[in-house]
């Protein structure tokens, strides 16, 4: 029997990543933009600190403005300049200056996310036994959280991602259609959330894939993966799935807030 090496027994680091670009073609400069008197991003950062199996998080950005305001703020950033075509290819290219294991991709425009979605989303990725060798997980993994959709509205809003998935919960397609059609059936329906975890190998192969005509067509990045033949495994949470896709959703957030308080 082969004895494991201490240096392979550990916990593996995991770091949480949020992409977060001033440009946008449906809304400009949104990270900054103020929800109840507070930037996006801040929101966004408070709500993934307070995540325990995270070790750190860190904001990407590519923009000076969000950088300034990070900075003077005491929020982690690191600046990725290179041309991404979305959030994980930022991701991937900012994780050749950061040591982890495993990485949290949080959008930077969801500022209500739920800390509980996101620890489980990890615990439910990596099982129980986070002091498992961490050299048995070096493979390709990608892990997606998703909700049950219980508002018609949302079923047909095209800013919505709507994913289907097998009995194993491995993501069959994900779509900005209503899926699946219910041919004079009633069912459920899902959206995925922007909520994903990765292993190292798993971003690091995500930018040299190329982006293929399903992906190109919905403008939803994990559909590289499942074009390419891998798997995402799908986590349910109870998180609400706010994002702030257009100007006029900043209100929603904030009428949710607002509710909280009450």
Known sequence: MQLQSRSTIRSPKIVGLIPARWQSSRFEGKPLKL???KPMIERVYNQCSLVESLDKVIVLTDDDRIQEFCEENSIPCLRVDDDCETGTDRCAKAIESIEADFFVNIQGDEPVIDPGSIDLLIKNFLGNDRSANVSSRSEIRIGNAYTEIKDDKKLHDKNVV????DKNKKALFFSRYPLPFLKGKSGKFFQQLGLYIYSKEALNL???????SLEKSEEVELL????????VEMTKVRDVGLSVDIPED???VEDYLNKLKK
């Open 35 to 37: 929800i109840n008197g």
């Open 162 to 165: 709507k994913v289907v998935f």
């Open 206 to 212: 995500f930018s040299k894939l190329p982006s293929l």
């Open 224 to 231: 590289r993966f499942l074009e390419h033949g891998y798997s």
């Open 250 to 252: 900043i209100k929603l």
